[in-house]
């Protein structure tokens, strides 16, 4: 599954739940970079997407170094085929979410991204 579906479905879901969703052209982290995010105040989620032939270890990196620098949820998504097959243990430890988009561009929670408070 292509980048460019994984965000489109990504955008419509969240963009339906009310966030403000950006993709433009990948978000600097600390000394990484994220594909995007979603914004609906006081939440900041970090979203990485991973077509089936990137690497799912590089984006958790990206997602957990985004977590350090400010952001209150992290979120990998990759296709529904490919997340059936990743072990949810590392998801639900780290707090990282884990999404799935499916054939029909629907968006599956397969692991809710934890929210990190973050004091000011």
């Given amino acids: 599954m292509q980048a460019l579906f994984l965000r489109r479905a990504i955008k419509q ?3 339906g739940h009310g966030y403000r969703v950006d993709f433009s052209r990948g978000i600097h982290v600390g000394s990484g970079m994220i594909d995007g995010e979603a914004v ?6 970090a979203i990485e997407l991973k ?6 270890l590089r984006g958790l990196g990206q997602l957990l ?3 350090a ?7 990998l998504v ?6 059936m097959r990743l072990d949810t243990k590392v998801f639900n430890h780290s707090g990282i979410g884990l999404g799935a988009v499916d054939s029909r ?7 809710e991204p934890k929210i990190i408070y973050r004091e000011e």
């Fill in 105 to 111: 561009n629907e968006v599956i929670l397969i692991v």
């Fill in 69 to 75: 620098h400010g952001y209150n949820q992290a979120l």
């Fill in 40 to 45: 609906r105040e006081p939440y900041r989620i």
């Fill in 51 to 56: 077509s089936d032939r990137d690497d799912v």
């Fill in 78 to 83: 990759t296709s529904k085929q490919r997340a």
């Fill in 65 to 67: 170094e985004a977590l």
């Fill in 13 to 15: 879901f969240y963009e």
